[in-house]
């Protein structure tokens, strides 16, 4: 069974992990969308930002510099709530292949 630091000292690995693939992501969508050279080729980088990216509305596309910081913010959590479910799901099967 894992204790708690080492639990949390996980969480905070992966999640600061996926938030950094994620606000990277976000904000490489900002400058080429302020650039006007967005295209479909970056449907994967659109893809890391689900499920936050369904709470902007579709006539709110991520131009001001504050809504892309915000938006980064909300990454940041949510990354971290996903670590949290990695991590239970990783020391699940861990204990299960110890059985």
Same mark, same amino acid.
Do not use: C
């Given at each position: 069974?894992?204790?708690?630091?080492?639990?949390?000292? %996980?969480?905070?690995?992966?999640? =600061?992990?996926?938030?950094?693939?994620?606000?990277?992501?976000?904000?490489?969508?900002?400058?080429?969308?302020?650039?006007? %050279? /967005?295209?479909?080729? /970056?449907? =994967?980088?659109?893809?890391? #930002?689900?499920? /936050?990216? #369904?709470? =902007? @509305?579709?006539?709110?596309?991520?131009? %001001?510099?504050?809504? $892309?910081?915000?938006?980064?913010?909300?990454?940041? $959590?949510? @990354?971290? =709530?996903?670590?949290?479910?990695?991590?239970?799901?990783?020391?699940?099967?861990? %204990?299960?292949?110890?059985?």
């Amino acid at each position: 069974m894992m204790n708690s630091g080492v639990f949390f000292g %996980r969480v905070i690995k992966t999640g =600061l992990w996926l938030a950094a693939v994620r606000i990277a992501a976000v904000w490489s969508l900002f400058v080429l969308h302020a650039t006007g %050279r /967005e295209n479909l080729d /970056e449907i =994967l980088l659109i893809l890391l #930002l689900y499920p /936050e990216g #369904l709470l =902007l @509305s579709r006539n709110h596309p991520l131009t %001001r510099v504050r809504l $892309a910081i915000g938006f980064s913010g909300l990454l940041l $959590a949510g @990354s971290l =709530l996903m670590a949290i479910v990695l991590v239970l799901l990783y020391g699940m099967t861990e %204990r299960a292949q110890q059985r």
